[in-house]
């Protein structure tokens, strides 16, 4: 055997007249049902459509947000005109707007803007707050903050549908993405887990998770990951690398195994024991490992690799693995000579390369061989 190496968010005003809100209102909120949403933990692009939301953001004909709630034809018609004008205003200046949450309903939470009553889809609601909550149905934690006040910005500002939709996610990207940089490093807590990799919030300096990024299944290890649930659970907590930030989509990807310097990267001198033995090839017959001889001819095979030279051999102190393993020199590429290292055993053989490649070119180069090598 050969080792190698959001859903969509959108937002809504309530169509209903009478949800327009008095100076202070209940937070007594009502609930109707609409389809189940699923949560991802990247905000949605705004082009989206709103209608689903649009859906869920309706009451019932009976159902009032509060008791004391005042109907539109309560609010001056002045005051409506102006704050509909204000919300447009923050939509296109990207404000962020201090809202007081006075309810919530299947599809999201009801937020006081002004005269009006905006919409904040669960699923533009910052996930990042429940980190360390214990599961728990997201209308529990909706009833829970009633009462408190949220940072949003106004994504949608439709006066004539009455559609009022709001984002957290966007605010706390808009207040908190300057924070990182790529290079940087942050604890962080494992929110969910798919197949493809797992999503990670991030505790920033403030001791708060504020914002959500993704470790791919391939920046998880730098072993062969099969199963990302293999590895971490959710409520994990790890640390994290930010290699990419993707502003203009608000998505940070995360990296776990760059943390750690590539084990491939070797030479014979460390993996070596002060009481192992080497010898060369003018000490002795070289005789290759078994599978490094058909290893051989299909790098030659390879564009940018024109000759290969088995090197001096060596016996660990104890075996490593049975297996036959290939590891690349941590010495980078120079006058075009580069050292592989192949390892059974307690044996350890040396191969030299005439190339024109970069040391990463390299390596690809070797998982392409081990892919098609039985």
């Known amino acids: 055997m050969i080792s190698s190496l959001s859903s969509t968010g959108a937002l809504s005003s309530l169509s209903c007249a009478r949800l327009s809100l008095s100076d202070n209102p209940s937070p007594s909120p009502s609930i109707v049902f609409v389809p189940h949403l699923r949560f991802s933990p990247f905000s949605a692009p705004l082009s989206v459509s709103f209608k689903r ?56 939470l009801l937020i006081r803007f002004y005269s009006l009553l905006g919409f904040l889809p669960y699923t533009l609601l910052n996930q990042a707050r429940f980190c360390k909550d214990s599961p728990r149905p997201i209308l529990q934690r909706a009833k829970d903050l009633v009462g408190s006040t949220v940072s949003v910005k106004v994504v949608e500002a439709n006066e004539e549908r ?4 709001l984002s957290e996610k966007d605010a706390s990207w808009s207040r908190y993405s300057s924070q990182i940089e790529v290079g940087s490093v942050f604890d962080g807590c494992v929110v969910s887990i798919e197949d493809y990799g797992a999503f990670v919030h991030l505790l920033l300096p403030d001791g708060e998770y504020r914002l ?9 290890s730098w072993d062969i990951v099969q199963d990302m649930r293999n590895l971490f659970a959710e409520g994990d907590d790890v640390k994290v690398k930010v290699i990419n930030i993707d502003r203009e989509k608000q998505r940070i990807s995360l990296s776990i195994k760059q943390l750690e310097k590539d084990p491939l990267y070797n030479t014979l001198d460390k993996v070596i024991t002060e009481e192992g033995e080497v010898t060369t090839g003018s000490d002795a017959n070289i005789e290759p490992l078994p599978g490094l001889d058909s290893i051989c001819q299909e ?55 005439t190339t024109t490649l970069e040391q990463d070119d390299i390596k690809k180069a070797v998982q392409r061989i081990l892919e098609r090598v039985p």
């Not at 009455?162 to 939709?165: A, C, E, H, N, Q």
């Not at 030279?309 to 075996?319: S, V």
């Open 53 to 108: 939301h649009r859906c869920a953001a309706q009451l019932g004909p009976t159902e009032d947000v509060s008791a004391t709630s005042k109907t539109d034809e309560e609010v001056p018609q002045e005051r409506r005109l102006a704050d509909w004008e204000t919300a447009r205003s923050f939509k296109e200046a990207g404000s962020i707007f201090e809202g007081r949450i006075v309810g919530f309903n299947n599809g999201g």
């Open 162 to 165: 009455r559609s009022l939709i």
């Open 212 to 220: 959500t990024g993704l470790v791919h299944i391939s920046e998880a």
């Open 299 to 353: 790098l030659i095979k390879e564009q940018g690799i024109t000759d290969v030279q088995l090197g001096r051999q060596g016996l660990e102190k104890r075996a490593v693995s049975q297996d036959l393993e290939l590891w690349l020199s941590s010495v980078p590429v120079k006058d075009k000579q580069f050292t592989l290292l192949a390892r059974a055993g307690r044996q350890v053989q040396e191969v030299y390369l």
